[in-house]
């Protein structure tokens, strides 16, 4: 077991703008998987596709335009820890267990959440006016 973590330590990582191109990489690979996908992800991408340029309609300062499109952003966010977190929890096994469905309701909570900061931030930023 020591050698394993061992070698993990010790393996080649790239640095610099190698890391950052790498890293970008990874990014995008992620961003398409997602959209390819994920269900979930593709319906939040539409609404924020639609509520980003709402938000910056609608808001009169940049405090209320950013406080309109964060929320939006982090739905995206969390959707994408959430798919990341199920398939991890499918890629384990796909047998039912307790701390497995747990895990990926947690993270559904996680985005019902978010969606309920949204509403709560576009309510008082429209309506405190």
Known sequence: M???SAAAIDRYKPRGV???IRALGASIKGLIGAFRNEAAFRQELACAVILIPLGLWLGHTGGERALLIGPVLLILIVELINSAIEATVDRIGL???????LAKDIGSAAVFM???LLGTV?????LGR
């Open 2 to 4: 020591e050698a394993d």
């Open 18 to 20: 190698t890391r950052v």
């Open 95 to 101: 047998e039912r267990h307790v701390l497995a469905g």
């Open 114 to 116: 978010s969606f309920i």
């Open 122 to 126: 576009w309510l008082l930023v429209l």
